[in-house]
């Protein structure tokens, strides 16, 4: 059974959780930190004409609150970035870490909790001008919830000098940065296909480096209202891959493909895999 107040909500539920979340906030106020706190961070001191340099949005997370992926699940919604840049300047995407999955009241929910560092490329114009100031600017919005959500709003900037040539990387987020690239889902080599019986959807993978069943496996769709968000079930098949799942209920029409990762942990690490399935309503596709 599905919360009545999961995403979208109605103006009723939503009013609800304000004040849930306001009352909360008011309470504690003066023992407890913020939810979340954002931060704008840059890999390298300076930036350099024609080339992309790696910016991030650093999140920090209260003990027991996240916030959410690009399909954030059952509820919530993903954080969204706004830039503002000198002319010429361009922002890429989020380079979205392999997220976690949360069980909250029942409802499964996507993203991150902790300190995780956002990394976009920033691709600076070659006719930048050597010697004068960056101004790079964003608002970030995002959602962080524990039981009760909180959404949240914050204008970063920096202002970064144009080099002739690239310092070396800032030695206070070096260790943040090297977190982030590992935390990236790997592109896979791997094949697949998807099964789609009306009530369970099935991908089955195959090719070289697939992870073992005995380690602590999970699977996440990008696509949204595809399948359900509870843990899916994964096993070995021979030399094949399966995870199995069941139909979203807001399912309404098969996507072209899906994108899938696949992750493990152990303990300590979450390592994940980027793959690209074909989808087929009956019967199974493969990949190229």
């Known amino acids: 059974m599905r919360h009545p107040c999961a995403f979208p909500f109605s103006l009723h539920c939503g009013t609800a959780l304000a004040f849930v979340a306001l009352a909360h906030a008011a309470s504690a106020a003066e023992t407890s930190p913020e939810p979340l706190q954002a931060e704008l961070v840059a890999e390298h001191a300076a930036l350099v004409p024609g080339r992309s340099l790696s910016l991030g949005v650093r999140l920090r997370h209260a003990p027991h609150w996240h916030s959410y992926w690009i399909n954030p699940g059952d509820s919530g919604l993903p954080t969204k970035l706004a830039w503002s840049l000198p002319s010429g ?32 490329a920033l691709t600076v114009p070659s006719d930048g001008t050597v010697g004068s100031n960056a101004h790079v600017a964003l608002t970030v919005k995002w959602l962080v919830c524990r039981e009760e959500c909180l959404p949240g709003k914050a204008t970063l900037a920096l202002d970064l000098p144009v080099a002739r040539e690239l310092p070396r990387p800032d030695a206070r987020w ?46 996440f769709v990008v696509q949204r209202k595809v399948v359900d968000n509870r843990p899916p079930a994964i096993r070995r098949d021979g030399d094949a891959l399966v995870i199995e799942a069941a139909r979203s209920e807001y399912f309404t029409q098969a996507p072209p493909q899906i ?19 074909p989808y087929a309503a009956a019967g199974t596709a493969h990949a190229n």
Request: net charge negative.
């Open 89 to 120: 300047y361009a922002a890429g995407d989020v380079a979205w870490p392999v997220p976690k999955r949360f069980d909250v009241g029942g409802l499964y929910n996507i993203g991150y909790d902790g300190d995780v560092l956002l990394p976009v």
């Open 174 to 219: 070096t260790a943040a940065f090297t977190r982030a690239r590992l935390a990236q889902p790997q592109a896979s080599a791997w094949s697949g296909g998807v099964h789609d019986d009306g009530a369970r959807i099935v991908v089955r993978l195959a090719g070289a480096g697939l992870p073992p069943a005995s380690v602590a496996l999970d699977a």
């Open 259 to 277: 994108d899938l990762v696949v992750t493990t942990t152990d303990g300590v690490a979450t390592r994940g895999w980027h793959v690209r399935v």
